[in-house]
């Protein structure tokens, strides 16, 4: 069986399937009579002796294809089947209740997971992190979602296959399904036969030899071929990543996401936490390399539930972003202490997201003010030339951008938001994903104009949108004088084998003529034509 979604992360990966949220299973409950609890008991008993067969065959198959690690997974199942507690529980549960075995399984279950969700125990949590170590995880795919949602996000920073919006995928899939997940081409093959499975592993091979030749690309400039040098960063959400961005070539940090710190805990970072997590960042870098830190994102398809956020009809137009900030000073204040402390160990800058008005601006540039008053009196080092500027990711900005150019030391385009406000177009929403059009001239204008007013006050201006690393993007962007383009770690090194490939004089060119089409298909498609070295990097 294929399955069509949408391509969120290259590459392709092979393996069991592993269900993160099974499909609902109705459990009916039934009462049984004195003389049926044993039977009942022994049938469950027998269903458990089953099971426990079935996965050993899955265990030495998937050692087999996929080594020891892989195989580790069933293993766990298995022990989780031969305790005598949780198994004894059940037992207990069908003769005590008299009720059918499915049941007294459902109930059982749900009292477990109630006491782990409880503990505060920090192996169990780092176990639940194992769900998306690299090392473990050969692809990703999910039912809802398009190539800007969070989570192919992720998986992009940290390499991993995904593909997303596949609509019904947790339905149509068992756990222990063999599945192949091709992010290059956005589909889906469970239990494919073994030429498919064959083709699919030749395909990695040369997905291996392409990232070795890569490599010969990680201490080069990016420079074009007349002479003109831009910066290639990466997006990271924590220090971990920013390791990863440093093993791809990243010569920075564009954005540094800082919401994924305040996320999966029970209540908000200290200050002395996220200064920890920002200076680790600063300092792997050095003086000689930037990293922009955005100040807290949160909203939209993030949330934080300790911090109880209204339900809201559309979050993505909600309370978000800057606009918590400014409405909850003390949380980002906290927040901008830690980032100003942070900047005095290597090159940092800040930038605001989803600043709609210059009075945003103005309000969370009069908390700066604040709050570096307050480090200078308590004798607390900080670097107070540090840059700050802020996110395009609203059209109103965009538009205005002359203005905005004239009170900011630099921009940096969020095109995953700009699209969707652009376009009104949920970047979540796999069903109109066809809209989601980063090409489309109307996308395009904006981006040229926010270039041109922040070159004619002299500052720079940066792209963090998932725009910025697509190869058929990039051409269209350095003609029009983007100066940094920051993009998922494992598209770093893709994007520069096309910098170098490319002339600034011809991306002008390409630019131009890009500017007086009108369709984005049609875009992609001249792009394309005019680089064909785009196809070879794919
Ligand atoms: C963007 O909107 O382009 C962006 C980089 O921010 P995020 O994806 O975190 O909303
Ligand atoms: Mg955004």
Redo the contacts with the bound molecule.
């Keep these: 069986m294929e399955i069509k979604g949408i391509a969120a992360a290259s590459g392709y990966g092979l393996g069991y399937a592993f269900l993160l949220q099974e499909p609902k299973v109705e459990v009916i409950r039934t009462a049984l009579s004195q003389g049926g609890i044993e039977d009942e008991v022994a049938r469950f008993e027998e269903s458990v002796s089953r099971a426990i067969f079935e996965l050993e065959a899955v265990r030495k198959t998937a050692g087999q294809k996929l080594g020891e690690d892989a195989a580790a997974i069933f293993s766990a199942h298995i022990m989780i089947l031969e305790d005598p507690e949780y198994i004894g529980a059940i037992s207990q549960k069908v003769r005590q209740d008299m009720i059918n075995a499915e049941a007294a399984v459902e109930e059982v279950t749900k009292e477990y997971v109630v006491i782990f969700e409880g503990m505060d125990n920090e192996y169990l949590r780092e176990r639940a992190a194992d769900l998306i170590d690299r090392g473990k995880v050969a692809g990703f795919v999910t039912n809802i979602g398009g190539r ?1 949602s ?1 989570s192919a ?1 992720m998986a992009r920073s940290m390499g991993i296959p995904a593909v997303v919006g596949l609509k019904d995928i947790v339905d149509k899939v068992k756990a222990g399904d063999f599945i192949i997940v091709d992010g290059t081409d956005g589909k889906v093959m469970v239990n494919p036969p073994e030429s498919v499975i064959q083709a699919y592993r030749r395909k990695q091979e040369a997905a291996m030899t392409k990232k070795r030749e890569f490599e010969k690309l990680l201490h080069e400039k990016s420079i074009t071929r007349d002479s003109v040098q831009v910066e290639l960063v990466a ?1 990271i959400g924590n220090p971990e990543d920013a390791k990863g961005a440093i093993a791809n070539g990243a010569e920075g940090v564009g ?1 540094y ?1 800082t ?1 994924f710190l305040y996320m999966g805990r029970n209540e908000l970072p200290s200050e002395e936490e996220q200064f920890k997590a920002y200076k680790e960042v600063a300092e792997l870098f050095g003086q000689n390399h930037p990293v922009v830190i ?1 100040t807290l ?1 949160i909203g ?1 398809d ?1 949330e934080l539930p300790y911090l109880e956020m209204p339900n809201e009809m559309n979050p993505f137009l909600g309370y978000r ?1 800057i606009r918590l900030c400014l409405d909850q000073p003390e949380i980002f204040k906290t927040q901008l202490r830690a980032i100003l402390r942070a900047s005095v160990y290597g090159n940092v800058k800040m930038m605001y ?2 600043i709609a008005t210059l009075q945003e601006l103005r309000a969370a540039n009069a908390i700066l003010s604040e709050v570096k008053q307050e480090l200078a009196t308590e004798n607390i080092n900080f670097n107070s030339y540090m840059e700050v500027g802020i ?1 395009v ?1 609203i059209p109103a900005v965009a538009a205005l951008a002359s203005k905005f150019a004239k009170e900011v030391d630099f921009f ?9 406000y652009t376009l009104a177009v949920d ?1 979540m929403n796999e069903k109109i994903s066809y809209l989601y059009q980063p090409l489309n001239p109307s996308v395009l204008s904006l981006i040229q104009n926010v270039i041109t007013a922040a070159h004619n006050e002299h500052k720079w201006v940066g ?5 910025a690393g697509d190869l058929t993007a990039i051409p269209i962007l350095l003609g029009m004088g983007l100066d940094e383009f ?1 993009m998922s770690a494992s598209s770093v090194l893709a994007a520069r084998a096309l910098i170098r490939h490319l002339s600034q004089a011809d991306a002008a060119c390409i630019a131009q003529m890009v500017h007086n089409m009108d369709d984005a298909e049609k875009i992609k498609e001249y792009v394309e034509q005019a680089v064909p070295f785009i196809s070879e990097l794919r």
Excluded: F, W, Y
């Excluded at 940096?412 to 969707?420: K, W």
């Excluded at 792209?463 to 725009?467: D, F, H, K, P, S």
């Design positions: 800007t969070h996000i997006n954005l996401r919401e955005r994102d939209g993030k972003a997201p989803m996110m990711e940096s385009i969020g095109t995953n938001d700009l699209v969707q970047r792209m963090c949108g998932e725009m920051s």
